[in-house]
């Protein structure tokens, strides 16, 4: 059994919109990846998803930015989401075509 832990965290980036959803950003997965949320709960699990997704089939992770560098407009919110990829993989759905 393979006990080494894959936990990794990156910077996202929430840009509210009008009606009350949010962008996210994901700026350190494949040159800057984007999804969306109904509110800022939802947006935090699409970005969770996101980076899960992407990350799946990479044998070498893409470095961390420092949230501190990351500069954002005044109503942008930055927060760090981490996730563990050998949970990720093992709890995913795989669906046939």
């Not at 709960?41 to 044998?59: E, K, Q, R, T, Y």
């Not at 560098?69 to 709890?91: G, L, T």
Request: with cysteine; proline share 4%; charged share 25%.
């Amino acid at each position: 059994m393979n006990t080494t832990k894959n936990i990794l965290a990156y910077p996202v980036i929430l840009h509210p919109e009008d009606d009350g959803n949010y962008c996210v950003e994901i700026p350190d997965i494949n040159g800057g990846t984007w999804t969306q949320g109904e509110n800022q709960n939802d947006a935090l699990l699409m970005a969770h998803d996101a980076i899960g997704i992407m990350l799946d089939d990479v044998s070498e992770y893409p470095h961390a930015s420092n949230i501190a560098d990351i500069i954002v407009h005044d109503s942008d919110i930055k927060i760090m989401v981490s996730i563990d990829m050998n949970e990720y993989k093992k709890n995913k759905t795989t669906f046939k075509v």
